[in-house]
């Protein structure tokens, strides 16, 4: 067996490395989004509208939400928000952006695939909404968002398929970051599927799911 010894430096190591990559993540958004300007209207996605409307408000958690058009909103509607992000740079955006509409958000600045439900534990079985959109991580938010919603609550997740690499003006060029036919609802299989949907849209190509905590 091995003893703790032998295992901490390999644990550290992981926490480094885990570190090492948030950070790129973060530049990397961070450099994305520096030459971006507060966008001038809420143009918030059509498959959080069309969902979010027919559901009972609460509270809802935007994941990855970017410069927070799906969050502010879900604010407007009447849903109490809160949208996480790993750029400080889009998160400095997006507060601005809903200062401007007058919209009350809780943005959270932090990476989802590190220790987030670790130092976040006040948010488990907190939401009656989690919505994803364009954000496609496999390892972690299939164990984080069926531990976010409450019992009965809703998950709106839409992100590239792999159809969007066929296209000519797609700027995903890396297989990995798009879904194979039927992926999505195979990494929510914890949760019921309400609606799911492979769609090909005139801008993009996309998967589409709505599913719900039963207990
Ligand atoms: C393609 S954008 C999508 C933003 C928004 N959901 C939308 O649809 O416009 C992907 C977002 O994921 C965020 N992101 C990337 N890695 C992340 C991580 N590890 N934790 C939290 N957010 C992350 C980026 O900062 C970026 O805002």
Known sequence: MLSYATHQPITINLLFRRQAMSLNDRERWDQKYSDRMVPDLVMADEWLMDHAAKSNRGRAIDLACGLGHNAIWLAQQGWQVDAVDISPVGLSIAKKFAMIQSTDVNFICADLEGLFLVYHQQMETSYDLVSVFR?????????????L??????LIYETFSRKQLDRDDSHIKDA???LSPGELPRLYSSL?????EEVDLSDR???????RRES
């Open 135 to 147: 954000f496609l991580d496999r390892e972690h938010l299939p164990e984080i968002i069926p531990r």
């Open 149 to 154: 919603l409450k019992p009965g609550g809703l």
């Open 176 to 178: 990995r970051f798009t």
């Open 192 to 196: 019921s599927v309400v609606a799911h």
């Open 205 to 211: 190509c996309v998967d589409r799911l709505l599913a």
